[in-house]
């Protein structure tokens, strides 16, 4: 069966500092990668997609980025945290265009 | 843009109640809707994927429906118990353009189920 891991579960950071959030895949090959984030009061915004290793879309203009250095290994990163970086990051797969699975989430706190 | 509303934004309701959730959404040019389950801290758990072509899928006692020129969905929660307490967010995934794979999401509606 299938497995999806994030880590840490939570975060504290202060403004300024760098940010590496993991997510791996078990179970599965190739699967579409995709990290959210989840904001006190709002709803969940896609961050960024993954097709395939390398492939990297970003869907909104931010702090963040992502790579893809496996197949399975998707990371989120930072190189200097804002206090709107703040919230509950989701790592989901799904293959191809079908069902999303989600990961346990990771709570981050910018100070 | 596609845009996806649920209501009610809460709903408090003693055990054994039957439920119903709803949520709508802009551009009927979906390619599936996914139900979801978020408890307090936690990721989300799948409950449900109704293809665009599906009008209904069930899963024990939940039942969720799909229509798709209306731009509507429901979540039918039987005989509700108080381990049903969580947030229920409904989510689309659009069937067109360079966002294919995108799931737009509701807000949620916070249920809890009292004993």
């Known amino acids: 069966s299938q497995t999806i891991h994030q880590w840490p579960a939570t975060l504290v950071q202060p403004v300024g500092s760098p940010l590496s959030l993991e997510c791996t895949v078990e179970?599965?090959?190739?699967?579409?990668l995709y990290w959210y984030r989840q904001a006190a009061g709002r709803g969940l915004q896609l961050l960024f997609y993954s097709v395939g290793i390398g492939q990297i879309s970003s869907e909104v203009p931010q702090n963040l980025s992502a790579s893809r250095p496996q197949d399975r290994q998707f990371i989120l990163s930072s190189k200097k945290l804002l206090l709107s970086d703040s919230g509950f990051y989701l790592c989901?797969?799904?293959?191809?265009?079908?069902?999303?699975?989600f990961g346990p989430g990771t709570r981050l706190t910018v100070l | 843009k596609q845009e996806v509303t649920q209501i009610p934004a809460a709903l408090s309701v003693p055990e054994g109640e039957n439920l119903v959730l709803n949520c709508s959404f802009t551009?009927?040019?979906?390619?599936?809707l996914q139900w979801f389950r978020q408890d307090p801290g936690k990721g989300l758990t799948s409950l449900l994927l109704?293809?665009?072509?599906?009008r209904e899928q069930t899963s024990g006692r939940l039942n969720a429906s799909l229509d798709k020129s209306s731009g509507r969905s429901t979540l039918y929660i039987a005989a509700s118990q108080p381990g049903d307490s969580a947030t229920y967010l409904c989510a689309v995934k659009v069937g067109r353009g360079s966002t294919l794979g995108r799931l737009y999401f509701g807000r949620g509606t916070q249920l809890t189920v009292w004993p």
């Open positions: 179970g599965t090959s190739n699967p579409n």
């Open positions: 109704i293809q665009s072509s599906q």
């Open positions: 989901a797969w799904s293959i191809q265009d079908n069902e999303q699975f």
């Open positions: 551009d009927s040019a979906i390619y599936n």
